[in-house]
């Protein structure tokens, strides 16, 4: 063992590291969040709508939500992994806002457990959503792109980080559905050192998944240059009104 791994096993023995999700012991794979917590990510069922990937209450052949019927999204397809909800939601909310880089580990590790559960179609290159770039330069790094690195190598295509770009600064965090869709409408632009992507299958990816208000305008801008998009998030916010569509489980 060497003279630094020593040293750091002393220090856990004597200030074991802790959970940052639940407080408890650190125990399992990871150093700062515990394999119980892990676990309690709760995945999104597979009966959703085949465009926007909302949940349904219940199994279903594949079908249209009636958002998508009315007006068809700007993306051919949608997925998002996991619930944002607990668990989940805190550890996102630390590596965002608190610079809780430790926390990135488990959530890539989420990421890669949630892909063996998916079809994801084929693309030929991932778009990490962008933030402005004075919230990267106070942040140090963009939470989508970080997150996104194992999907690429998984995918083996190239992560596309400056093909899109954030012109608003003002964050979604905290708008309610209207708002955030004022707040994204012309937010992000095609960039003009991106690169050619007409004719490219491209999978935005994206932490959370909210209001869909992102997905679309990303969405719009790449299919503007002609590209086809895709969208994938490693989590979904369900909003209340939508719970009836998420399964019951009457056996309790």
């Known amino acids: 063992m060497s003279g630094k791994g020593f040293k750091c096993s002393i220090l856990d023995a004597i200030f074991p590291p802790f959970c940052l999700l639940c407080g408890g012991p650190a125990e399992g794979r990871f150093s700062h969040c515990c394999d119980r917590c892990l676990t309690l990510m709760e995945p999104l069922p597979g009966h959703v709508c085949s465009w926007c990937g909302e949940p349904f209450r219940v ?18 397809w949608c997925r998002g992994l996991f619930r944002y909800s607990d668990e989940l939601a805190t550890a996102i909310t630390l590596l965002k806002f608190r610079g809780k880089l430790s926390l990135l580990d488990p959530l890539q590790w989420a990421l890669k457990k949630g892909l063996a559960g998916i079809d994801l179609p084929p693309v030929d290159g991932v778009v990490p959503v962008p933030i402005h770039f004075r919230r990267l330069m106070k942040r140090g790094f963009n939470q989508a792109e970080v997150l996104a690195k194992p999907l690429a190598e998984i995918l083996d295509v ?4 400056r093909v899109l770009t954030r012109v608003k600064e003002r964050p979604q965090v905290g708008l309610g559905f209207k708002e955030r869709e004022q707040n994204a409408r012309n937010g992000y632009i095609l960039s003009s050192w991106g690169g050619s992507v007409a004719g490219m299958r491209l999978l935005i990816f994206d932490d959370v998944y909210t209001s869909g208000a992102t997905a679309r305008v990303c969405s719009r801008a790449l299919r503007k240059a002609g590209a086809t998009v895709s969208v994938l998030t490693l989590a979904r916010s369900v909003r209340v009104q939508d719970l009836r569509h998420l399964p019951v489980d009457f056996s309790v």
């Open 158 to 161: 190239p992560m596309l980080p």
């Open 59 to 76: 199994p279903d052949d594949p079908h249209l939500c009636l958002r998508c019927i009315l007006k068809k999204p700007p993306f051919q």
